[in-house]
């Protein structure tokens, strides 16, 4: 079977997510991404190279690169994927990731929960403290995708305290409100715990 995955135009990581999707749906076969930028082009590859499986990349017209993928009977213990991934909590303490750029961070946190949202097994918490309660409050550019993690099940707690001085308690979209003991319980007992 031979798939072919338009990714031109497309902004990171929906390349590698798009890729990966349609490495899923084949027991073996082809897939090849088109992709029309450096970076695209490298994530891509680094996803065939981390999965074990072969590839090979094609210089197209102007920016255009295939990266032609072959999926055969790979042992699911050559892919890197932690088996305790289920019981990580995701911490923000902002409604941006990173230092530096606002703007870029702004686009960083949104690419991140989006990537949340096409990769499996979901993280079991994701809490918001600080600067965080902004992004489960109306007029988050996030919602969307929170809320979709919230109907796989992924649990969402935001801090009370943080809404209040925020003034976001009312305006809470997604998730629940919790306290500071709880915050630190979930930190406290996840196997992996990762702050944005």
Do not use: W
């Amino acid at each position: 079977m031979r798939i072919e995955v338009d990714a031109r135009g497309q902004a990171c990581p929906r390349p590698v997510i798009m890729t990966k999707k349609a490495l899923d749906e084949i027991n073996e076969g082809a897939v090849t991404t088109i992709v029309d930028n450096e970076v695209a082009k490298e994530n891509v590859s680094k996803l065939a190279k981390s999965s074990g499986y072969e590839f090979e990349v094609q210089k197209g017209n102007d920016n255009e690169y295939y990266i032609h993928i072959t999926k055969g009977e790979v042992e699911k213990t050559n892919v890197c994927i932690p088996n305790t991934f289920k019981d990580m909590a995701i911490a923000f303490s902002s409604n941006v990731m990173g230092k530096g750029s606002e703007e870029l961070g702004k686009i960083l946190v949104k690419s991140f929960i989006y990537t949340l949202t096409e990769s499996t097994p979901y993280p079991a918490t994701l809490v918001f403290y600080n600067g965080g309660v902004q992004l489960t409050s109306e007029g988050s550019e996030v919602l969307d995708d929170l809320e979709k993690l919230a109907d796989q099940g992924v649990e969402i707690l935001s801090c009370g305290t943080c809404l209040d001085f925020y003034g976001l308690k009312e305006k809470l979209r997604v998730g629940s409100v919790t306290n500071m003991y709880t915050i630190l319980e979930k930190l406290k007992n996840a196997t992996n715990t990762v702050t944005i």
